[in-house]
Structure formats: structure tokens, C-alpha cells
């Protein structure tokens, strides 16, 4: 007799041990029922052992799939559990999301010819046989194909000519073609290609950290590493900030690839996300493009992840399990033995930090392809160029806009803040609107007429009069979003064509797809945009970047204020000159003497990193210490702070480990929820998450209050 580990999805501290029916073969990675408490639930079998004498054991019920996940998918998940101090069901969970996918695939009639052909045919059936394929298909995708109707390939059923067959509803994604003919590389990319090959080759596991300014042709290089994987027969993982996920983005695997890459995002519906699902745990999906979550697919064969812009703050799970996806795609690929590519022209501190010491490979491209060259940087002191009163553009960034608009070239201007203004003041009493149960004010959204809350989504009519003093035709709006400045840009540039593009403007990914392509094509004259700018894109006739406000991320007590500030801008400015026209950017600032903008300005990226890492090493944080952050939240303030010194006191005693707080978090309040933060700083050869999980092993909040703990906080 065989006992086995059964791993649900619920937030439980582990498997549950059951007996194996006699007759039943199992293995690891299997898909199983068994009772728990009075239900039948889906589990996995996480490991096998003989059975213990004399312990009474429930039985498994029934072998739902076999070995959906391979054994290193179970090592995954409890890798992940165990780093973030989450429980593996709960990551068990995450994998678990299309529940359905396991039910096997409905099946719908497809047709395909026998190979005999009758002498006499009409023109029509002759046309299915000649231009309906692919085959085995549909029989309204064939007839599309040849130009007919439906009935008429049904038709050649009936004289023997095709087959009807019984299909899976799911086509199998078509395979990749590793050496469909792509972009010629110039010298310096052709030899970064190399390396990254010659990394893959060299170690079953590897990461390499490709580090390419803007423009400089990162995907076209990774895409080398990409047919190499795809040639060994292995499956290889893209992920994408969800935002780059755009069809122009999506085109150009398919342009290189031959075929249209699985894809996996928030935006994908039900259907084909099972397709998804299933088709990857088969092996047979071998080229997947998705955000973080893709890595939480059961991959067969994995052979490559790629994580572009890995810099990227959207890598970061913020709920449920806490995770960042770039640093578990590291571990994924320690696990399986391949290799994996972080792509950045702003890579984070942490991989710069270990390129550096050699953990990581270290492959750079240091310029554009052909006659592009990087935009040049300057900055505005908004002390010695005040924009007019009540104004927010700067005369310099009016000139420079105006330059473009003379010579027929395209410009940007960048503010990331969405709605008309960030703050609505009542001129008589002084109230400022708030969001009414969150600490954060409400902004105005003119071209809606609303006041809504950015953190939670709430929203109300812009009231008439103020809510406190009731004055009329009293609240002001204060500070710009980007509904002001383009009002702003349409006075100063009549006739000029503008457009808004935030998430408000955005719409569905066939109207981002729709504004882009008219931007590209010049039918834009000037793009005032929020962060949703910044990544992917490229506009062959913008050449003027002016950002509006860059002291915007600076502000408040955040340590990596400055190493966000210096990507974004990198990352905006980079968006100039893509083409053969060179690009400008410049910055607003209060700030000129920050050191990410005097980098920036002197486009010098060492000047940055040197200060940044000085000043990280000086304080012990990451890279040179780790970092976990606790949040305890609840409804009660008072319970909530002595929740909170109460997780204090309860700590265990290590050597190398040092406890801040707790704090009011920048956000105080939530959903009516109130918020306090604990920051542990631990020595760099502490065991950080299994202190974390010992320590919150020890209390247990009250009903309604909730401890989480966040591993490589985003923010300190
Ligand atoms: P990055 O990801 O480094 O910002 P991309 O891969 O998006 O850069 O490339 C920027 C632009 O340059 C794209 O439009 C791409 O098609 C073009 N490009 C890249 N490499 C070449 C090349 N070797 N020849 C011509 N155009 C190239």
C-alpha cells in the first residue's frame, strides 16, 4: 500500500496525506479527488511514500489527469510558498485559475479531403480543395478560405472527396518556426545574439541581463535565444509588462515566428485561456507571450524565459501571494535547468548589482541600429522659467513643440497623472475632496464631470457645491493631469491635433491598437500621455519629448524614488528619435541639482548608479541587505496599531535582523481599512523568509484584521 501528499487549493500550511487505492496508479504531479471534510476537492499529488503501519487513512477517489504538472512545477510551487511566506496552496491556487481547463476539450466536427478527387467537380468544390486548407478545419474557416459557402464543403463529403472528423474545439497552436527569415542584425546585435546563444549552450541554467539603451534592438536580439530554444524542441516564456501587450507588440513575434505566440493576460477571455492552460501543460503551446501570471503555467518543457523590461514595477504581485515574477522566473529556471534573459535599457539596481559580480551574464548593446541615434537630455528649472500663471508649460517646451510642429514632426508630452486635476480645493472653507474611506484625495476628471478616487475606483458626479461649507461655484481644481494640459497645448498650438492617451482614453486593446497606429502614421501632432506611453512603442516621427512634471516620483520618503524616477525618464525621453530624425527630450524640474536628473541631463547612467548603489550599501538595503515589509490591517484604528505592537513584541531574536516601526504606510486608510507598516532589515546571510514564517507562525490576527507579509517590498 501507498500513501500519497495531496496539495489543495486552500490556505492551508501543506499537504494532506491520503491512502492510494490499490488498484490506482499515481504520480507526482497528478490530478486527483479526495474528500476533505465532507466535500470532494480537486488536489495534486506532491510526493509518494509507503504506507505507515497501523494509521488509518482516507482514501483518493478518483485520478482526475495525469501529470498535468511536471515535478518541477510541484518543486515551483513550493519554492514560491516557501520564499514569500505564502502557503503552497495558495500559489496552488494561482496555477489552478482556469479550474475549467481540466475538463477535456470539447470536441466539434472538422474536414479535411481523403486524397480522392472525383473527375467532374464544380468550380466551388474545386476552389475547397485548392485554397480551404490548413486542413484538418471547420467547415465555415474552409469555406471562408475558398470563397464559399459552408455548404459547399459539406457537399464533398457526400461525393468522398473529404472526411468528417471529430476534433477538439481547441486547434493546436500552430508550431513556431525558429528560422522563418527575421530582421538583419547589425554587427554589434549579431555578436550580443551570440553571447546570449552561447550562455544557453554553455550552462543548463543561466541568466543573462541584456542591457540595450532604448531602440537599440533588444527583441530582436533575444528573439536569436528564442529560435535556439524553439530548435531544441523546448517551450520558452515571454513576459511582457501587461501594457506592452499591444498588437503591435504581438505582430512582431508573429512576424518573426511565422505564427501568432499563445498569449496570456488579463484581457484574454475564458475560452481561449483554457486553451491556453491545456495546450502549455501538453507542450504542444511552444511559444507563450503573457504578463507575470504566465509563469504560474504548468509548462511541460520549458526551455527559456525571457522577461522583457525587467525593471518593470508591474512584475510585482501586490495581492494575494506576494511575489515579483522576475525574480521567481530566476528560480523557475533554476528548478528546470535553462536558461533565462532579462531585458532592460533601465535594468533595476539589483541585477545591474549582479552583472556586476559576475552572477549574472553581462551583454550590452550600446546603441541604435543605423542612423538613430539616442535623444539628447535637458532640463528646465522651473525657477528660472516659470510657465505663465496658471499655466503649466514652461516656454522652452513651448518652443520646442512648436519647433516640431513647424518642421511636420510629432511631439509628446508626458504627465503621469490621469484626469484634469490631482486636487479639488473649496476656495471659501479650504476643504480638499477625499475618497470616503481611503486617505487620498479625489481628482478631477473633467471630460467625465466626475471626482474619482484612483486607488479604489470610486467615483461620484463633480458636485456644485462644496460638500462641507456648501458654498457655490467654490471648488478649484489644482496641479495639472493631462485633460489640463492638453487644454493648455490646444491654446498655445490652435489647429494643432491632440490627443489624451491615459487609461481613461484608452479603451479596449483594438482602440489602443487603433490610436497607436495613427500615431506611427503621423496623424497625431501631439500625444499627451500618462506612463501608458512609456512602454513598446515606436513612433518613427516623434521627436520632442517634454515632460511635465519631472519631479513627480521624487516626492516622498521612498528609497527608490530616485531609481524610478531615473528608468521612467530614461524610458519616456527613449520614445524620441526611434527613426532617422534625432530626438530631444526636456524635463521641467524644481530639482536640477538631483542626481537622477543630473544623470539623465548628462546622459551619463554610471554618475546615477554610483550614487544610488553608495547610498544603499551605506544603509544596508537591497542589493547589499534584504528587505520584508509587514502590513497589518483592519477596521479599528486602535486595534489595528495594537495589532501592530503586539507583532512587535512577538518577534523572535536573530542575530543581523533589525525591526522599524511600525509606521502609517503613504496610504493610512484602504477600503476602510485601517493601515501600519513594519520594515525588517536583515544582513545579507540571514534566512529572511524562514525568520518571516517563524515569526508569523506566532500570532494570529482577529477576525476581519489581516497580517501580510511582503517579501523585496517595492517601496521601503
Ligand atoms: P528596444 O527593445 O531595445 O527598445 P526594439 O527591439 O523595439 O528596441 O527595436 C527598436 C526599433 O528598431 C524597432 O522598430 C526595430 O524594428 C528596429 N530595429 C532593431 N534592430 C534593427 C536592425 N538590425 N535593422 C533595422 N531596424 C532595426
Keep these: 500500500m501507498q500513501n500519497a501528499q495531496i496539495l489543495f487549493p486552500v490556505n492551508v500550511p501543506g499537504a494532506f496525506d491520503y491512502a492510494v487505492p490499490k488498484d490506482m496508479e499515481l504520480g507526482v504531479g497528478d490530478f486527483v479527488y479526495a474528500p476533505i471534510g465532507k466535500q470532494m476537492k480537486l488536489g495534486v499529488v506532491t510526493g509518494l511514500g509507503p504506507a505507515e503501519e497501523g494509521r488509518k487513512l482516507k482514501e483518493i477517489a478518483e485520478r482526475k489527469l495525469t501529470r498535468p504538472l511536471s515535478p518541477e512545477m510541484i518543486k515551483f510551487i513550493e519554492w514560491t510558498a516557501k520564499y514569500n511566506v505564502a502557503s503552497p496552496g495558495q500559489v496552488f491556487r494561482m496555477v489552478l485559475r482556469s479550474y475549467k481547463a481540466l475538463d477535456p476539450s470539447p470536441v466539434v466536427s472538422h474536414y479535411s479531403p481523403t486524397g480522392v478527387t472525383p473527375s467532374q467537380l464544380t468550380s466551388s468544390r ?139 493576460h488579463s484581457a484574454v477571455g475564458d475560452a481561449p485561456r483554457r486553451r491556453v492552460w491545456r495546450e502549455v501543460a501538453q507542450g504542444r503551446a511552444k511559444l507563450v507571450v503573457g504578463a507575470r501570471s504566465a509563469l504560474y503555467l504548468p509548462f511541460a518543457d520549458l526551455k527559456l524565459i525571457v522577461v522583457d523590461e525587467e525593471h518593470d514595477t508591474s512584475y510585482k504581485q501586490e495581492e494575494g501571494v506576494i511575489y515579483n515574477a522576475r525574480d521567481m522566473a530566476i528560480v523557475r529556471a533554476k528548478l528546470s535547468r535553462h536558461a533565462v534573459i532579462l531585458a532592460s535599457a533601465t535594468p533595476s539596481l539589483e541585477s545591474l ?35 505663465e500663471k496658471g499655466d503649466f508649460l514652461s516656454q522652452p517646451l513651448i518652443e520646442a513643440v512648436k519647433a516640431g510642429l513647424e518642421q511636420g514632426d510629432q511631439s509628446m508630452l508626458y504627465l503621469n497623472r490621469r484626469g484634469y486635476a490631482p486636487l479639488i480645493i473649496c476656495q471659501s472653507c479650504g476643504e ?19 471626482a474619482m478616487c484612483h486607488l479604489t475606483g470610486f467615483s461620484m458626479r463633480m458636485p456644485t457645491l462644496c460638500p462641507n461649507c456648501k458654498a457655490e461655484d467654490s471648488l478649484t481644481a489644482v496641479g495639472p493631469g493631462v485633460e489640463r494640459v492638453a487644454e493648455e497645448a490646444a491654446r498655445h498650438f490652435p489647429g494643432a491635433k491632440i490627443e489624451i492617451f491615459s487609461s481613461d482614453t484608452a479603451g479596449n486593446p483594438n482602440a489602443i491598437r487603433d490610436r497607436m497606429d495613427r500615431m506611427a502614421a503621423g496623424e497625431i501632432d501631439i500625444l499627451v500621455g500618462t506612463q501608458m506611453v512609456v512602454k513598446g512603442h515606436n513612433f518613427p516621427h516623434l521627436t520632442f519629448v517634454g515632460v511635465v512634471d519631472g519631479d513627480l516620483g521624487l516626492a ?57 548603489l553608495a547610498m544603499r550599501e551605506m544603509l544596508g538595503l537591497p542589493p547589499f541587505g534584504k528587505l520584508a515589509a509587514v502590513i497589518i490591517s483592519g477596521p479599528d484604528l486602535k486595534k489595528t496599531e495594537s495589532l501592530s505592537k503586539k507583532m512587535v513584541s512577538v518577534a523572535p531574536r536573530a542575530e543581523g535582523i533589525e525591526i522599524l516601526g511600525p509606521s502609517e504606510p503613504p496610504i493610512g486608510r484602504l477600503r476602510g481599512l485601517y493601515r501600519r507598516r513594519l520594515f525588517i532589515q536583515a544582513e545579507p546571510g540571514v534566512n529572511l523568509p524562514r525568520y518571516m ?22 517601496s521601503f
Excluded at 233 to 249: C, D, F, K, R, S
Excluded at 438 to 444: A, M
Excluded at 693 to 713: G, L, S
Design 126 to 264: 474545386r476552389a475547397v480543395l485548392r485554397e480551404g486548407g490548413p486542413f484538418p478545419a471547420r467547415a465555415s474557416e474552409i469555406a471562408a478560405r475558398a470563397g464559399v459557402s459552408a455548404g459547399v464543403v459539406k457537399g464533398l463529403v457526400k461525393v468522398g472527396a473529404m472526411q468528417e472528423l471529430a476534433l477538439p474545439v481547441d486547434a493546436p497552436f500552430q508550431e513556431p518556426n525558429p528560422d522563418h527569415p527575421g530582421m538583419e542584425l547589425t554587427e554589434g546585435q549579431e555578436d550580443a545574439a551570440k553571447e546570449l546563444v552561447a550562455q544557453m549552450q554553455l550552462q543548463d541554467f543561466s541568466v543573462s541581463l541584456l542591457d540595450g539603451v532604448t531602440g537599440s534592438g533588444k527583441t530582436e536580439v533575444y528573439f536569436e535565444a528564442v529560435a535556439e530554444a524553439l530548435r531544441q524542441g523546448g517551450q520558452v516564456l515571454i513576459l511582457v509588462p501587461e501594457i506592452a501587450l499591444t498588437q503591435a507588440g504581438m505582430s512582431r513575434f508573429e512576424k518573426r515566428f511565422g505564427v501568432k505566440p499563445a498569449e496570456w
Design 353 to 387: 548589482h549582479n552583472a556586476r559580480s559576475g552572477r549574472f551574464a553581462h551583454i550590452v548593446l550600446p546603441e541604435r541600429p543605423g542612423a538613430a541615434i539616442l535623444p539628447e537630455i535637458g532640463l528646465v528649472d522651473l525657477k528660472d522659467n516659470p510657465p
Design 432 to 450: 480638499k475632496l477625499k475618497s470616503p474611506d481611503t486617505d487620498s484625495w479625489l481628482v478631477e476628471h473633467r471630460a467625465t464631470g466626475r
Design 556 to 612: 516622498g520618503g521612498d528609497p527608490r524614488a530616485g531609481e524610478r524616477t531615473y528608468q521612467t525618464l530614461v524610458q519616456v525621453a527613449g520614445r524620441a528619435g526611434r527613426a532617422e530624425k534625432p530626438g530631444r527630450a526636456l524635463i521641467q524640474t524644481h530639482q536640477p541639482e538631483h542626481e537622477a536628473l543630473l544623470a539623465l541631463a548628462a546622459g551619463d547612467r554610471e554618475l546615477f548608479i554610483g550614487v544610488e
Design 693 to 714: 514564517a517563524v515569526w508569523r507562525a506566532r500570532i494570529r490576527p482577529p477576525a476581519k484584521f489581516k497580517i501580510q507579509i511582503d517579501i523585496d517590498p517595492q
